[in-house]
């Protein structure tokens, strides 16, 4: 609000937050948890109205940020979020695949090779994935730059019963998962807690029991 100075930042919400993507025109829930943290980019809604919908400030360097965030891409972020931000290091930035390199913010593709020490290829979008992949204890700017492992993934799943009665089973999947970026290192993906197995039908009424997993298996 252009009059009280209020923002998007300035409020505090709880609650479940799911993720959904469209794939072949359908709708599919690819995440949902209470620990996943937003932060808004996307300037302009509601801008006649007064409104400012983009949280996260404009930056040149860290100290232009709060307390547990840095500047990335003139932007302030959450350390969570991005595990290392350019000011961390002395940098010269912006080198070409197969150049030397001292830190992930040396090369144009944010990915140093921590073994060879020299710029690799990392390249993640709708068209091409040449993945970063870095191992465990190396340097990374963000997740997607730590190395794919499969972990095991349980989900409690409605079927359908002879007598239509409520009814669910738990079914496990070895699902890719980037690795995390924790204080700028990466490090192997959390396997989640499974849930138990149902033995009564109120072990099916819970929000957690789904209609199908929360990702085309076609993708595992």
């Known amino acids: 609000n252009a009059s ?14 799911e993720l959904f993507t469209m794939e072949d025109g359908f709708e599919v829930q690819i995440a ?11 300037t302009g809604l509601g801008a006649k109205e007064g409104y ?27 350390r969570s979020i ?13 080198l070409p695949t197969g150049n030397s390199c001292g830190s992930d913010f ?23 994935q040449v993945l970063c992949s870095k191992v465990p204890n190396q340097s990374c700017v963000s997740k997607e730059f730590c190395r794919i492992e499969y972990v095991r993934q349980c989900y409690l799943i ?3 019963d002879p007598n239509n009665a409520l009814s669910c089973e738990k079914r ?29 039908p109120a072990d099916c009424s819970g929000e957690d029991v789904l209609d199908s997993p929360p990702f085309n298996l076609s993708d595992l």
């Open 4 to 17: 009280t100075g209020e923002t998007v930042s300035s409020c505090n919400v709880t609650g479940t937050i």
């Open 32 to 42: 949902e948890t209470k620990e996943i943290k937003l932060q808004l980019l996307k």
């Open 52 to 78: 400012d919908f983009n949280s996260l400030k404009s930056c040149s360097a860290n100290r232009e940020c709060g307390s547990g965030e840095c500047c990335f891409n003139n932007r302030c972020f959450s």
């Open 82 to 94: 991005v595990g290392q931000c350019s000011d961390d290091f002395d940098s010269s930035g912006n």
């Open 106 to 128: 040396d090369c144009a593709s944010l990915c140093c090779d921590g073994t060879t020490n020299t710029c690799r290829d990392h390249i993640n979008n709708d068209f091409e």
């Open 158 to 160: 409605r079927v359908n």
């Open 172 to 200: 496990c999947y070895s699902v890719p998962t980037f690795g995390d970026c924790v204080n700028g290192l990466c490090k192997p993906p959390i396997t989640p807690q499974e849930p138990a197995t149902p033995t009564t």
